[in-house]
């Protein structure tokens, strides 16, 4: 079965099957899926912190010309 994690929680991404009832004890393993490799180039995005500063995005003395 196939699913992710939340927080502490496995939230399953499929119905259990129907031979499984409530308080039924059952073993779980984990595996880690790697992610897909891109076909191309990929970079992280990123923000400059002196853009994050409200300072800087309100300047008054911007030249708009």
């Known amino acids: 079965m196939k699913g992710y994690i939340k927080g502490q929680t496995i939230i399953l991404t499929e119905p259990l099957p129907e031979n499984f009832f409530e308080g039924e004890e059952v073993e779980v393993t984990i595996n880690i899926i790697p992610k897909h490799k891109y076909p191309f180039p990929t970079f992280k995005l ?10 800087k995005i309100y300047e008054q003395n911007q030249d708009i010309f």
């Open 46 to 55: 990123g923000i400059k912190d002196e853009y994050l500063k409200r300072e």
